[in-house]
């Protein structure tokens, strides 16, 4: 036996995965021998290193977090069989508004594995609108803001004529389709659903001037005024 | 509900759709389950996620949970899956080469030695960073490990689970167990003893 054979079988030893006979080996060899008992001393200390990184204790609502998700699920489980139409929107989304937006890409999940792609997209669709309405209930005048408690991060350029030139960054739409894989159109969409949106509020018009392919999370939109009300 | 077994609880959540006998599933490993998925990812706040990932998978999939295998078993078994599709995804995300990861590695776990050691004072609040700083030596250590041998490290280090049951989880002999736990064993002991760690860390 070389050193490093002894070495790995008195770590084997210490991991307790050796078969008897070859503990019953190391064993003997160890009451001999006091320069594999100083090695064996060295690896139980390290061994005992590993212990230091201890237990933490998790966070104090994890159960009723997993809970509150079962609920949606059941729920949308017992009617998942039935049309779309049929499932209580009202009842879907009153969970969904609970949650908040870094949990969408599980809100997402939970959709579409129980309802199948189609229709949970459509759900999780409506769900954005609803969240986007009642963002816009009370209608900030400012653009950042609405952009802002929406997760988005906006740069905003007045030009001469009155447009706003609104470019879109860190979408975080566009971060959940490279998560989720999927093709970032359906994202882009969502961000011109958005967009839209804000003309029942304001008296603009909105379009989508550039889109990037690149994923990058990033699009610029042209608001016009339509009426030339001054701000 | 005083002293069923887990298997037991499972089948009253199957057949009878008992909520109750979740939840005290949830409550016998949240610290267990929540401690092996910390461990693996080594982030607080992605075990959150993973483990409500992992109960979420395991109520989806409650029927098809066999009753040959063990609960805990079949629970670890999806808390790593969740992990290693977990760190998968993160690997495509971050794309950063291993070795300029390693030398940001080093140089912080440095930075904090740096940090400890002007207070020659032996103060408890010295002490406490010191340990904490041990602590994270250590995790940076395990997490360095391949996935593979990370896995049945923790699984047997600190769950303290026997090769046998670890084979079941992973799904892979038991020869391979022990092959492993051994290689991840002696990548950490060559690594402590090459970093001087182990006289430093005493």
Request: glycine share 4%.
């Amino acid at each position: 036996m070389n050193c490093n054979e002894k070495e790995d079988l008195l770590i084997d030893y210490l991991a307790g995965i050796l078969e008897h006979e070859e503990r019953d080996r190391v064993e003997s060899h160890l009451s001999s021998c006091q320069k594999c008992q100083r090695r064996l001393g060295e690896l139980k200390e390290i061994k005992d290193l590993f212990k230091r990184w201890v237990p933490v204790s998790p966070p104090p609502d994890l159960k009723s977090k997993v809970m509150d998700n079962l609920k949606a699920l059941t729920l949308i489980e017992e009617k998942s069989n039935k049309e779309l139409k049929d499932i209580s929107m009202d009842d879907v989304l009153e969970w969904l508004r609970k949650r908040v937006k870094s949990e969408q890409i599980r809100i997402y999940k939970v959709l579409t594995d129980s309802l199948g792609r189609e229709k949970g997209e459509k759900v999780f669709d409506y769900y954005l609108e609803e969240q986007l309405k009642e963002q816009m209930s009370a209608p900030p005048k400012e653009v950042q803001i609405i952009a802002r408690s929406l997760g988005l991060d906006v740069e905003v350029e007045r030009q001469e004529n009155g447009t706003v030139k609104e470019t879109i960054r860190n979408c975080p739409y566009i971060s959940m389709a490279n998560e989720l894989s999927m093709k970032v159109s359906p994202c882009e969409a969502i961000c011109l659903k958005m967009a839209k949106l804000r003309e029942r509020f304001y008296p603009v018009k909105v379009e989508l001037v550039k889109k990037l392919p690149n994923e990058e999370g990033l699009c610029i939109f042209l608001a016009t005024p339509i009426a030339s009300k001054p701000a | 509900m005083n002293i069923c077994s887990d298997e037991q609880l499972m089948s009253s959540l199957i057949k009878e759709g008992d909520m109750k006998a979740f939840e005290e599933l949830i409550t016998r490993y949240e610290q267990s389950l929540f401690n092996f998925i910390y461990r693996y990812m080594g982030d607080f706040h992605t075990a959150q996620d993973l483990f409500q990932e992992t109960f979420y998978l395991i109520f989806k999939n409650r029927k098809s949970f066999n009753s040959d295998l063990r609960f805990s078993t079949w629970a670890y078994r999806i808390a790593t899956n969740a992990c290693i599709d977990e760190l998968r995804k993160k690997t495509r995300e971050l794309e950063v080469p291993l070795e300029e990861n390693n030398l940001a590695h080093e140089s912080s776990l440095r930075f904090k030695d740096r940090e400890v050691n002007p207070n020659p004072m032996g103060s408890s609040l010295e002490e406490r960073l010191i340990k904490k700083d041990i602590e994270e030596k250590i995790k940076d250590l395990v997490n360095s490990l391949p996935e593979k041998l990370k896995a049945v490290f923790i699984l047997s280090e600190y769950q303290e689970l026997p090769c046998r049951e670890i084979a079941k989880i992973l799904e892979i002999p038991l020869g391979t167990v022990k092959s492993r736990l051994h290689h991840g064993f002696k990548q950490l002991v060559e690594l402590i003893k090459k970093k001087g760690l182990i006289n430093e860390l005493q």
